[in-house]
């Protein structure tokens, strides 16, 4: 046998473990396809006093291309409004819950990153599972069950997806923030979680700001507080992150629901555009249609 026989033999023996650790320790970058639509985004999520704020871009791009301008990255699979009409009834002898009381429902959101078909798919299984679940066994689910749920199926498939699972849990009673790796890995936070490629512009932001602004019990004390905290955090990623972009779109989350509050970009209500002056006309018209009107839950059930 040849001598650079050997030495190529030795040599893809050496460096065949460290090619497959990288492809693990990067599952994100290995399973994306160049054509495929690639949710680069700014997810953020983050606990008060009562429960919690999520927000997120409205960006999603096929490689340097914005595909959408409004996307919607925060998914709803726990909705008080809608699964009132799962099991309409009340507690009788052998019912486990009744329509009349607040504290048996949670409200959960998850907070897509990754692959937009992959995160999209995810939603939608755990969805139908939520509902199969109080249909057949009549047990609301909760934040703690979603995540698992998501964790599951991560695990069994290779799926790009980076995820932030938040709520209010019921039975808890307590807002939740779970953040779930492309491995499958839960972590809980106790204070915030953020997540996208527009995370690592903003990470030192976010350290400082929420060690000076909440002193008590490790939480922010008012839904103002935190709405500020995520409005102007994701607003500093857009501002750095190419992949991330349009407006801001963030939800409210406590024990009666969910809240929906959008923001423009600082430049925007600035009446700056591109660096550039405008007048309050130009304005109005450069937004007209910037987003769809958004249809309220209870309506398209109707």
């Known amino acids: 046998m040849r001598a650079n026989t050997v030495i190529s033999i030795l040599a893809s023996l050496t460096y065949r473990p460290l090619?497959?650790?990288?492809?693990?320790?990067?599952?994100?970058?290995?399973?994306?396809?160049?054509?495929?639509?690639?949710?680069?985004?700014?997810?953020?999520?983050?606990?008060?006093?009562?429960?919690?704020?999520?927000?997120?871009?409205?960006?999603?791009?096929?490689?340097?291309?914005?595909?959408?301008?409004?996307?919607?990255?925060?998914?709803?699979?726990?909705?008080?409004?809608?699964?009132?009409?799962?099991?309409?009834?009340?507690?009788?002898?052998?019912?486990?819950?009744?329509?009349?009381?607040?504290?048996?429902?949670?409200?959960?959101?998850?907070?897509?990153?990754?692959?937009?078909?992959?995160?999209?798919?995810l939603a939608s299984v755990v969805r139908t599972d939520l509902?199969?679940?109080?249909?057949?066994?009549?047990?609301?689910?909760?934040?703690?069950?979603?995540?698992?749920?998501?964790?599951?199926?991560?695990?069994?498939?290779?799926?790009?997806a980076s995820l932030i699972c938040a709520g209010y849990d019921h039975e808890l009673g307590r807002g939740v923030i779970y953040t779930i790796t492309p491995g499958g890995t839960i972590l809980e936070e106790l204070s915030w979680a953020v997540g996208g490629s527009g995370s690592t512009y903003i990470l030192g932001h976010l350290d400082s700001c929420y060690s000076q602004n909440n002193s008590i019990g490790g939480l922010m004390q008012s839904e103002e507080e935190a709405l500020d905290f995520v409005s102007s955090a994701i607003g500093l990623?857009?501002?750095?992150?190419?992949?991330?972009?349009?407006?801001?779109?963030?939800?409210?989350?406590?024990?009666?629901?969910?809240?929906?509050?959008?923001?423009?970009?600082?430049?925007?209500?600035?009446?700056?555009?591109?660096?550039?002056?405008?007048?309050?006309q130009q304005t109005a018209l450069t937004l007209r249609n910037f987003a769809p009107a958004i249809t309220p839950a209870k309506a398209m059930y109707e």
């Open 19 to 121: 090619l497959q650790l990288a492809a693990t320790c990067f599952p994100i970058a290995n399973a994306l396809r160049g054509d495929e639509v690639s949710m680069g985004t700014t997810i953020l999520a983050v606990r008060y006093n009562g429960g919690v704020v999520v927000g997120a871009d409205t960006r999603t791009s096929v490689s340097g291309y914005v595909s959408n301008r409004y996307a919607a990255k925060l998914t709803f699979v726990l909705d008080r409004s809608i699964d009132r009409f799962a099991v309409p009834f009340k507690k009788s002898a052998g019912m486990a819950f009744r329509d009349d009381d607040d504290d048996d429902f949670s409200t959960c959101v998850i907070c897509r990153s990754g692959s937009a078909a992959d995160t999209q798919h």
């Open 131 to 160: 509902v199969s679940r109080q249909l057949m066994y009549r047990v609301r689910g909760t934040v703690t069950n979603v995540a698992a749920l998501l964790r599951n199926i991560l695990i069994n498939n290779d799926l790009s």
């Open 237 to 280: 990623a857009m501002e750095r992150d190419g992949s991330s972009g349009g407006f801001i779109r963030m939800y409210v989350i406590d024990r009666f629901g969910k809240r929906f509050i959008s923001k423009m970009p600082s430049d925007m209500r600035s009446g700056r555009i591109n660096g550039e002056e405008v007048t309050p």
